[in-house]
């Protein structure tokens, strides 16, 4: 089942894809943004990563698609605790260009809406690079989540450490969202 918000469509990643996922993946202004460890991701590597998906309902990774741009970035959910009914989250949108479009907030607002009302998750979980304003923008001004704690110098890039910056959003914190209507 696709997952659709207003202008973006979450769908299942196919084969067809990993040529700009590649692309992403060694697109140093990217990784610059996000936590991980990276180095050049070669084509065999990526398939290997894409055959070892797993399909135990433990993680899900969506291509986040536009009607008239296509694949434009990914997003997942990743590590979902069936028990304790929680999981981590993380948004990339690739294609340089449509950034700044509104594209990320209603990914992530679409997600929520699949993991608070679909799975009948309690809470979702993210982390973000310290300097990274339009992510923390995106997710705290215009989806709700907050800031719950920050790991002091997690990350080592171009020479200097990054403080990691742990969020969150409750499903309560949500439905208050949307209810006081600041997603429309
Ligand atoms: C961060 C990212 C996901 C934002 O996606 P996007 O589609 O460009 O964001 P949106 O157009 O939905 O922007 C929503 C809000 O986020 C904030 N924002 C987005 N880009 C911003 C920027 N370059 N500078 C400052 N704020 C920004 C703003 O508050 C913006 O709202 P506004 O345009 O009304 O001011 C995207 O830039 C990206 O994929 N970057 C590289 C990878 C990355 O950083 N991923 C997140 C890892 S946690």
């Known amino acids: 089942m696709n997952i659709h918000g207003d202008r973006v469509v979450l769908r299942a990643v196919e084969m067809g894809d990993l040529a700009k996922l ?11 943004n996000l936590g991980r460890w990276h180095f ?5 590597a990526l398939l290997q ?10 993680d899900q990774r969506f291509i986040i698609e536009n009607e ?10 990743v590590n979902i605790n069936w028990k304790d009914r929680n999981a ?4 990339l949108i690739g294609a340089t260009p ?7 907030v209603d990914t992530v607002r679409t997600l929520m809406r699949y993991a608070f009302e ?9 982390t973000i ?3 990274n304003e339009a992510s923390l923008r995106l997710y705290t001004g215009k989806c709700g989540w907050i800031e719950e704690g920050r790991k002091a110098r997690a990350f080592f890039r171009r020479n200097q450490f990054h403080d990691n910056v742990i969020l969150g959003i409750t499903r309560d914190r949500y439905r208050a969202c949307l209810e006081s209507g600041s997603f429309s």
Do not use: C, V
């Open 22 to 32: 590649q692309q992403w993946a060694n697109n140093p202004e990217i990784q610059f």
């Open 40 to 44: 050049p991701l070669s084509e065999s």
């Open 49 to 58: 990563w894409f055959e070892t998906f797993r399909h135990d309902g433990m």
């Open 68 to 77: 008239d741009h296509g694949a434009i970035g990914m997003t997942n959910l």
């Open 88 to 91: 981590f989250t993380g948004l």
């Open 98 to 104: 449509l950034r700044r479009k509104g594209y990320g």
């Open 118 to 126: 679909e799975l009948g998750l309690e809470r979702l979980d993210t």
């Open 129 to 131: 690079i310290a300097h």
